[in-house]
Structures are given as structure tokens and as C-alpha cells.
């Protein structure tokens, strides 16, 4: 009796799913999912910024004739866009399901997502399994096209092993002396990669150079009273982290009362994001990088792509009263790869609306100019890309009342980034082989 | 007659469930699949439930089964989902009789935060090996069926139907359990341990027992979860996973078996919708969601249908 | 300066701020029966709550008197207590006295998942920043070592507060009645005891204990989403090593947490992670229900 009544739950349930229809996306339109963090630590720092640069350049491409040439066309060639986003909080099963809702419920187009390394390695299977195209915009593990290779996976930005390799490189064309260092990282895959890239990279410019200690505090830890205290003790020449949001603001901010900064060279893998929040609390003289030339890199650059920087950094300020930092930059990059790919599926198609096939197609090796300079898929077969660096030092401007970079240095994207078929970890072993300084 | 009635209603669940594989549309067979093999965990909670202890770690056996399937599946080549899912639950039947005796001796919140703490050090341990990708875990091929390699709509047809077919062996077997003598002596627990230990029954065996049950449950949830995503990492161990089972274990209370498994899919189906149409506040709306049932139904669903069956007689 | 001394210092400093994030905990374990995973939330309100006034006092003019924004500090945990005090105890958490213990740890992580979004919806995503109380009180050195004076304070902080904690429960009248109240709740009733308002003042008394932690935390770190998650953790492993509901339990786990840390952090920083779980289980292997755990008698 009581089974066959929780049965009929079960079928009711079982039903009322069956019944739950498609919201089908129109031939005008094209739809895509976005996945960033909305909330939990990630959200501040990379996951809100972000999808703010790109729901004001979604607004801009649907107005049309907002952005400079190439990207002047309306929308995505022609094509109105529409977004449903969802939040990356909750680790890599939720996202796998969130994906497959996307995609068979949804009927989404494209999906444009991931912060977090663990759901960049979950999700591209599933992509494949659905033959869903689908974007990765943000995250940095290497492993995923280094373990794996997919057809409709793609990623537009460059992966993590350039932020260290550029961190070492500026010390060593900056001629600093660096006999130890030592280093503070986030106790998870992010900060024990970060500290490995580094470490890998001064085995091969700093030779001599001492380990020092290496301190992995919990992700969100909040408390680095214990740890400053070990990395004063030490005295190491130059101090490496890669923490980033809230673990990086606590971190620098207990660090500099005490003087850590004095005492020792801070380098910050991907420190860009706090000077907005931290303003003059960041202290002079930080190496820091941007994981790509993005934010004030990007700003302080010119050249022929600065029209293309200015025209969305002035609408990002305009609208959210700060400027924007490296999140946005990768949102821009990856939204405009994505346009420039359907639009040139398009021209081979015929003009109709492109089948996730077409768009992998076209993006394939693809190459297009974005705010943070030019990209091109040229590793994993032309699924992932690689974009030039840059790393810069701050200086406290205290008659503007605002940060700026200085010394900044330009990295070719191929004197960074391993080439096609080699992974990160032998490049480093190897002594960065084929690598173009100029 | 008992038992026939058992079988019966066994072959009416699967024969409900299995009708899924056909009526469902791609997303709710996936979904389905992963609350079912979520719901296996749970039921290993509810039988402890019964005996009074709830086990807020039961990710532990989850993620441990998970990452068994994962390892062996990786290292060895091997993809057969019925050698993956033996090999998962004879590691956590290991663990589970390792552990069981020694968490049998606590009771109520203390035993709930010792499992906990025994999960977490699963997590921490998993996180700190980036040799087995550390915390951005693992990926799994799909798993075959006796050499048989399906991909796509049939893989995961193949997925549900074998899920389903697991939650109603589990379910008829923790039935028969219920019903039986050590069942009852669980039961008895949970309403006064002294009395049932002067009765001359051990409160502790039949606490390891429900505890290695529940661990067996537990990996093979795990592995059926870690196949249909394809993807493992120590959050399978985090505390808030646990706590989703234990949310799940008192959403259908202690009472009914099949009631776990509608829960289970009620939370996933809460959880998705309101992931999309709240994306900046589905932490509330399933907050909410949990005060509701909490308050509203504070035995659980499993309580809905022993009051109607009352009512009537 | 020597080692031993180094991993004495950090080890105290970390474990004030434990103690003072824990004893709210326990104390409300001890009178509800109710281990509050929304002490975590409490937490980061009263990191908001601060960072909120603070921001205020400075912006009206504080900047003459700094020492007022410690006032703010506080007074934003008081006013965290007010509010959700009386809001979570009488609005739910009464509805589930006598009720199984689990369940009610369910009921605290439904507040914590709806005071997670709520507090987002208040304050947003954005950081908080209120350094000023933390450079106020200026370096401290210690042999070759800097310290912040802020850092001493909190180790004040948490003397001052185990103090008053210890002393309210053990030497006034109202404390000897909170005491019988959770010895025996049904029993004071009958003695003409106003129950419902002792589980009213303890809840409030713990909410501005969990509050108090956040907002003396604030000035050290950027206040962000997520905040609460991660001390949660941590509390209730002090609080389970030092036996649940007890005071003076709470403040030895601290301490042993505090120092165990330290040493691993200066000496084999890879065991940093499970050094907590590691004391727990040593604890609990010898003392199944922590340190200092009252002893129930057995109901037949």
C-alpha cells in the first residue's frame, strides 16, 4: 500500500518532468548560456565583474553600430542575443547538471562559462557527449586540453602557466637579485599549480635561487597572522602569491601593517583585481600581473587597439563607476571571439543560424582582436588560445588619487605560452624550447 | 504474503521508474538518474535514522566510492559500471567495518560531528594530492554494460535503467531489514537504547551493521554519480554535501522507503528550477524550501502516507 | 627571537580570535540544545554590520576621534544581536526546542543558506574595507618580528569576554538560573522560572558573541560573500574538543588549535590543513564527548 502510494509520487513526478517543455530559442535570436559566480568569494572579484562587461557588451552589439570595426555589426551577425545566466557557485556536479538543463531544456545556442578549474575539467565531456558548443572564458587550469581533447570545447583565453612564467621573466629583464623566495598560495588546485608554474620558471632563470618556505593557508582563511609571522622570519628576497578576491585584500592588507612588503618583494600572479578595492592600501612597488593585458595594462598600452579598449573600458566606468580589472577583459575577449565565429560560420553557410557543428567549425583556430590584444586558438588543434601578457609595478598617483602601473612589460604571447604539443609542466622542465622573446 | 506484497510493489517501482526511460526528456533522465543515486546514499542514512543516528559525513563513502570507480577506471582501463560498482562498494564495506565499530560507541550530535570530521579529512587529504588532480579532481570515461558500449541518448537510458534497478533492490532489501528482527532492535534504539541493551541486544552490532550498510549505499551512490557526470573531485566529501543527504534523509523521514527516493528527486528539481529562475538567490529559495518542509512535515513525506494509511483503518 | 616564542604569539592571536568565535556557540548549545550553523551568518553580519558603521563614523566626521570607531565595532554587534536576535529565536528557532538535535542543525543551515543571500541582497557583492581600528594601535616588535597592536587587542578582547562569559554563568543570580535551565528546563519552569526569556537572552548573548567575532575580524580583512562558511568549521571543532557547551572547554580548545596550528604552519606547513581534525580526533579518542562535557544521566 505505502509503496504504491509513493509510487504514484514517483510517477506523478516522473510525468509532470515529462511534460515541462523546451523554451525553444528563435532563428532571430541567439541564445546563450552564461555561467559565472554570482555568490560565494569568486563572485566580487571575478564572476560579477565579468558578467558585467558582458551584459553591457551584449546591450552594445544588440544596439549595433556601438563598437568600432570589426565588431560594429548588430548583434551576433545579425542575430539578436539573448542570455540566461546561471551561477558557477556550488561546486562541479551541480554545474554538470546546470549544463545538461542548459543545453536540453534550455536549448541554448552557446554556452559561455567557468571560472573555477574544477568545472573546466568537468564539463567539456559533457559538452562533447551533447555536441554542445561551448566556451570556457575564464579558467586557468592547463589540464584540460593537456589531458584531454574535445570538438566542441574551446577556450579563449591563454592558461595560467603565462602568469608565472611572465612573473619570473620581469624579474629577471628587470634585473632584480634574487637569491631566496618563498611563497604564499591558496590551499587548492589553483594556488598549488600557480606555485609550481612559479618555482618551475625560477629553476630556470634564477637558477641559484633558494627555496624558502612555501605556505598553503585554506582557501578563504581570513586569518594569515601565523603565516606573515613564518614569511617574515624567512627573509626572502621575493614573496609570490597568487591568492586573488578576499584572500588576497586580507593578505595584503595584515602583510603591509606589519611591513612584509619592506622586508621582502611582493609578486602577485594575478593581483590586478584588488587596486580598486584596496586604492592606496596596496602599497608601491608590488610586481603584479593581470593574466593577460588586461585592466590597466591594457589601458596604459596603446597602439592601434586602443580605440577597441577605450570605447568599452569608458562605457564600463560610465556604468558601474569603477574601472574594469581582468574579469571583464576575458568576458569582452571571449563574447567577441564567439561573434567573430558566428559570423564567420555564416559567410560559409549561407547567412541561416550556425549548427553547433559550423560554429566549432569556425572557431577552430580562429583569430580576433579583443581589448586585451590579439587572440589566437593556435594550441590544443585550435582550441586554445594564446594572448600576449603583461606584468607591471604600482605606484600610488596621490595627486589623482589613484593607482598606477609602471614598468610595465610586454609579453609576446609565443615567449609565454608553451607551443602547440608540448605541455606546460615539460616546457618549464625544458627551458622554455621555441619560446619568441623577440 | 508479506513478501509477495514486497516483490509486488517492487516490480510496480520499477516498472514506474523504468517507464522514465521513455517518457522523460534528456535533462530529467539525467536528473532523475543523479537523485536516485544520490537517494541510495540517503537511504543508508535512513536506516541509521531508524536507530536514531544520522551521519553528517556520509559523504565520505560517496566520495570514496567515487573516486575508487574513478582511480581503477583510470588506471586500469577498466570501464565494465557492474565490476566499477562491486569494486566501489567492497571498498567502502573495508572502510565502512574499519570504521563502524569504533563510531558505533557515539551517539546524536557527537556521532554526527565525528563522521563529519571524518569526511572532511577525506577532503582535505584528497585536495592536498594534486598528483590525482587535487581539488579539481578527476574525469571518468563513460562506463559500458558487459562490453556493451553505448553513447548518448542510450547511455544514459542504460544509466537510468540501472540506477533504477539498483534503488529498488536497495529499497526491497532495507524493507526486508526494516521488517526483521535487527530491524525491529534499530527501531527500538531509536526510541530508548537502554532498554533494547537490557532486552540483551547489542545497541553497538546493530549500529555497525546500519553504519556499513550505509557505507556500502554510499559508494555505490557515489560511483553511479561520479559515471553519469563524468567528473569526481573532493567536494564529493565536503560537508555540504553530507548535509544535502541528511536534508534529504529527513525530508522523507524514517518511515518509508520509497519516500527517500521522492525526495531526493523533489530537492534536485527544486534546486535546478530555482537555480534559473532565481540565479542570484536560489541560496534563499532553498533555504525556504527547507524551513517549509521542515515545518510542515516534521516526520518527513514517509509520515503523509502512514497518517492516510491510519486514517483508514 | 626564538621559534618556540613566534609559535606562542601567532599561536595566542589565533586562538583569541577562535575563542571569541566559538564561545557564542557553545554557550548557545549549552541552554537551547541547538549547535546554530547560522552562527557562521551572525559572523558575517557583524563583519558587515562594522564595516557599515565604521564606514559611517568616519564619514561623519570620525576622523578627529578615532578610537570612537572601536565604540562602532561594538556597538554594530549589539545591534546585530537586537535585531536577529529575538528575530531567529522567537521567529523560528522556539517552534524546535525538545526536538531531535540533528534536525535542528538542518534548521540553523536553512537560516545560513537564507542569511547568505540576504546578506548579499544588503550589501552586494563588493568588499568592505574598515582598516582604520587595525592601524590604530600601531606595531608592536617582538625581537625581529613586527606585530599589530590590533592583534594584542583581540587576545584582550577574548580574556575580557571569557571573563564576563564565565563570571555572569558562575557568580550572579542570573547566571545560577541559566544554569539550572540547562540542567534541568522543565524543572526551573516549575520553580517559576522564565524560560522561554533565558532562551531568548542566550540566543541573543550568542548571536552578540558570533557578531562580536566578525566585527573585530573586519578591520584585518576584506568583508566579502562567502564569509561565514569557512568559520564554521573551525568553531565547531574548538567546541567539540572542548566539550560541547562549555565555556572553559571552548577557551583550552582554542588555545590548543591556536598553538597546534602555529607549530605546523612555522614547522611542516603541508599538515596545516588537517591539524584541527587531527586535535579533535585525539581529543575524542580519549574524552568521547570533549573536554569539558557535562554528564547526562541516562534516561530509562
Same mark, same amino acid.
Given at each position: ?12 513526478? #516522473? ?20 555561467? #559565472? ?55 562541479? =556536479? ?118 624558502? #618556505? ?41 602583510? #603591509? ?135 607591471? =609595478? ?45 | ?167 529498488? /533492490? ?5 524493507? /526486508? ?87 531526493? /528527486? ?48 | @627571537?626564538?621559534?618556540?616564542? +613566534? ?14 568565535? $566559538?564561545?557564542?556557540? +557553545? ?5 537551547? *540544545? ?26 561623519? !566626521? ?6 570612537? $570607531? ?11 544581536? %537586537?535585531?536577529?536576535?529575538?528575530? %531567529? ?8 526546542? !525538545?526536538?531531535?538535535?540533528?534536525? *535542528? ?20 557583492? *563588493? ?7 587595525? +592601524? ?31 563570571? +555572569?554563568? *558562575? ?19 516549575? @520553580? ?11 540566543? @541573543? ?16 580583512? $576584506? ?18 574538543? !572542548? !566539550?560541547?557547551? $562549555? ?25 596545516? %590543513? ?5 586535535? @579533535? ?20
Amino acid at each position: 500500500m505505502k509503496s504504491t502510494r509513493m509510487g504514484g509520487a514517483l510517477a506523478a513526478l #516522473t510525468v509532470a518532468a515529462g511534460l515541462a517543455g523546451p523554451a525553444a530559442a528563435q532563428d532571430d535570436t541567439f541564445k546563450i548560456g552564461v555561467i #559565472t559566480f554570482l555568490s560565494g568569494q569568486a563572485a566580487e572579484s571575478f564572476g560579477v565583474p565579468a558578467w558585467n562587461g558582458g551584459k553591457l557588451l551584449v546591450e552594445m552589439l544588440n544596439e549595433g553600430g556601438k563598437m568600432p570595426a570589426p565588431y560594429d555589426t548588430k548583434g551576433f551577425g545579425g542575430l539578436n542575443i539573448e542570455v540566461v545566466v546561471v551561477d558557477e557557485a556550488g561546486g562541479a =556536479t551541480k554545474q554538470v547538471q546546470e549544463f545538461r538543463n542548459l543545453v536540453q531544456r534550455e536549448e541554448v545556442d552557446a554556452v559561455v562559462g567557468y571560472v573555477s578549474s574544477g568545472d573546466c575539467l568537468a564539463i567539456p565531456p559533457v559538452a562533447d557527449e551533447l555536441k554542445a558548443f561551448t566556451i570556457l572564458y575564464d579558467c586557468g587550469t592547463p589540464r584540460v586540453f593537456e589531458d584531454g581533447s574535445f570538438e566542441y570545447v574551446f577556450r579563449t583565453a591563454a592558461h595560467a602557466t603565462m602568469d608565472n612564467v611572465s612573473l619570473a621573466r620581469y624579474l629577471k629583464s628587470r634585473n632584480f637579485d634574487v637569491p631566496s623566495f618563498a611563497g604564499l598560495n591558496q590551499d587548492y588546485a589553483w594556488g598549488q599549480d600557480s606555485w609550481a608554474d612559479f618555482t618551475g620558471s625560477m629553476a630556470q632563470l634564477f637558477p641559484d635561487a633558494e627555496v624558502k #618556505t612555501a605556505l598553503f593557508p585554506k582557501f578563504g582563511a581570513g586569518q594569515y597572522g601565523t603565516e606573515i609571522s613564518a614569511l617574515l622570519r624567512e627573509r626572502a628576497a621575493v614573496v609570490h602569491s597568487s591568492n586573488w578576491g578576499g584572500d588576497l585584500q586580507g593578505f595584503l592588507i595584515q602583510a #603591509t601593517a606589519r611591513g612584509l612588503h619592506e622586508r621582502s618583494q611582493l609578486a602577485l600572479a594575478a593581483g590586478d583585481h584588488v587596486i580598486p578595492q584596496l586604492q592606496d592600501k596596496m602599497p608601491d612597488g608590488v610586481i603584479l600581473g593581470a593574466r593577460g593585458v588586461n585592466g590597466l595594462a591594457a589601458k596604459a598600452r596603446g597602439g592601434e587597439l586602443q580605440e577597441l579598449t577605450d570605447t568599452l573600458w569608458d562605457a564600463y566606468e560610465a556604468e558601474y563607476g569603477v574601472f574594469p580589472v581582468q574579469a571583464p577583459f576575458r568576458m569582452w575577449q571571449a563574447l567577441l571571439g564567439l561573434k567573430t565565429a558566428v559570423e564567420k560560420a555564416m559567410a560559409d553557410n549561407g547567412g541561416t543560424k550556425p549548427t553547433d557543428e559550423q560554429l566549432a567549425a569556425a572557431m577552430k583556430g580562429l583569430e580576433w582582436d579583443a581589448p586585451s590584444g590579439h587572440i589566437e586558438m593556435a594550441l590544443a588543434d585550435g582550441h586554445q588560445a594564446i594572448q600576449p601578457n603583461a606584468i607591471g =609595478t604600482t605606484k600610488w598617483n596621490a595627486e589623482e588619487g589613484r593607482m598606477e602601473l609602471v614598468d610595465v612589460e610586454y609579453f609576446d604571447a609565443r615567449c609565454v605560452n608553451p607551443p602547440e604539443g608540448m605541455k606546460a609542466q615539460e616546457w618549464l622542465a625544458q627551458g622554455f624550447p621555441g619560446a619568441k622573446c623577440d | 504474503m508479506m513478501r509477495s506484497n514486497l516483490l509486488l510493489s517492487a516490480f510496480g517501482a520499477f516498472a514506474v521508474l523504468a517507464a522514465g526511460s521513455v517518457i522523460l526528456p534528456d535533462w530529467a533522465m539525467f536528473l532523475f538518474a543523479m537523485a536516485l543515486a544520490k537517494g541510495l546514499v540517503c537511504l543508508g542514512i535512513v536506516g541509521m535514522m531508524r536507530g536514531g543516528l544520522v551521519s553528517f559525513g556520509q559523504g565520505l563513502y560517496y566520495c570514496l566510492g567515487a573516486y575508487t570507480a574513478t582511480l581503477v577506471a583510470g588506471s586500469f582501463g577498466v570501464s565494465d559500471i557492474f565490476l566499477l560498482t562491486l569494486l566501489s562498494a567492497g571498498v567502502c564495506l573495508l572502510v565502512g567495518a574499519a570504521f563502524g565499530p569504533l563510531l558505533a560507541n557515539y551517539r546524536g550530535i557527537f556521532f554526527a560531528m565525528l563522521s563529519l570530521a571524518l569526511s572532511m579529512v577525506l577532503y582535505g587529504s584528497l585536495s592536498k594530492m594534486s598528483f590525482i588532480g587535487g581539488t579539481d579532481g578527476l574525469n571518468i570515461a563513460a562506463p559500458t554494460f558487459l562490453g556493451w558500449a553505448p553513447e548518448g541518448r542510450p547511455l544514459q537510458t542504460a544509466l537510468y535503467i540501472y540506477v533504477t534497478a539498483l534503488v529498488v /533492490i536497495a529499497g526491497t532489501l532495507m524493507r /526486508i531489514f526494516f521488517d526483521s528482527e535487527q530491524g525491529l532492535i534499530t527501531l527500538a534504539t531509536r526510541d530508548n537504547e537502554l532498554r533494547v541493551e537490557y532486552l540483551g541486544a547489542s545497541v553497538r552490532n546493530v549500529m555497525s551493521y546500519t553504519y556499513v550498510f550505509g557505507a556500502v549505499l554510499g559508494g555505490i551512490g557515489g560511483t553511479i554519480a561520479v559515471l553519469a557526470l563524468g567528473h569526481v573531485d573532493p567536494e564529493f566529501a565536503f560537508w555540504t554535501t553530507s548535509g544535502e543527504f541528511v536534508f534529504v534523509a529527513i525530508l522523507a523521514g524514517y518511515l518509508s522507503v520509497p519516500a527517500v527516493f521522492v525526495a531526493a /528527486i523533489i530537492l534536485e528539481m527544486v534546486r535546478s528550477f530555482s537555480n534559473l529562475y532565481f540565479p542570484n538567490t536560489w541560496q534563499l529559495a532553498l533555504g525556504i524550501f527547507l524551513l517549509a518542509v521542515i515545518v510542515m512535515l516534521p516526520n518527513g513525506l514517509g509520515s503523509l502516507v502512514r497518517r492516510r494509511k491510519e486514517d483508514a483503518t | @627571537m626564538d621559534l618556540v616564542a +613566534t609559535i606562542l604569539v601567532d599561536g595566542l592571536i589565533y586562538a583569541g580570535w577562535l575563542f571569541i568565535v $566559538s564561545v557564542g556557540l +557553545t554557550l548557545v548549545f549549552g541552554v537551547l *540544545n541547538i549547535l546554530n550553523i547560522a552562527h557562521g551568518s551572525l559572523y558575517a553580519i557583524g563583519a558587515y554590520a562594522s564595516a557599515s558603521l565604521v564606514g559611517l563614523y568616519f564619514a561623519a !566626521g570620525g576622523d578627529a576621534v578615532p578610537w570612537g $570607531s572601536y565604540a562602532a565595532l561594538i556597538l554594530a554587534a549589539v545591534l546585530v544581536a %537586537l535585531v536577529l536576535g529575538p528575530l %531567529l529565536e522567537r521567529g523560528l528557532l522556539r517552534f524546535f526546542y !525538545g526536538r531531535d538535535e540533528v534536525l *535542528n542543525v538542518l534548521v540553523t543551515y536553512a537560516v545560513f543558506l537564507i542569511l547568505e543571500d540576504v546578506m548579499k541582497l544588503i550589501w552586494g557583492v *563588493n568588499p568592505y574595507f574598515v582598516y582604520e581600528p587595525y +592601524t590604530l594601535l600601531g606595531d608592536v616588535e617582538i625581537g625581529p618580528l613586527f606585530y599589530v597592536g590590533y592583534d594584542f587587542a583581540v587576545i584582550g578582547a577574548a580574556i575580557v569576554v571569557g571573563l564576563a562569559v564565565w563570571l +555572569t554563568l *558562575n557568580r550572579t543570580k542570573i547566571g545560577k538560573i541559566v544554569l539550572a535551565v540547562i540542567h534541568d528546563s522543565e524543572m526551573s519552569e516549575t @520553580m517559576g522560572v522564565n524560560v522561554p526569556r533565558i532562551y531568548l537572552g542566550a540566543f @541573543m548573548a550568542g548571536a552578540f558573541l558570533a557578531a562580536l567575532g566578525g566585527a573585530l575580524t573586519a578591520p584585518m580583512i $576584506s568583508v566579502t560573500p562567502g564569509l561565514g562558511v569557512n568559520v564554521i568549521i573551525v568553531a565547531f571543532a574548538v567546541v567539540i574538543i !572542548g !566539550g560541547l557547551g $562549555s565555556v572553559p572547554g571552548a577557551a583550552i580548545g582554542a588555545v590548543m588549535v591556536g598553538i597546534s596550528r602555529a607549530a605546523s604552519v612555522h614547522l611542516v606547513p603541508e599538515a596545516e %590543513l588537517f591539524i584541527i581534525y587531527f586535535v @579533535m580526533a585525539i581529543v575524542l579518542l580519549f574524552r568521547p564527548e570533549g573536554l569539558f562535557a557535562k554528564t547526562q544521566a541516562r534516561k530509562i
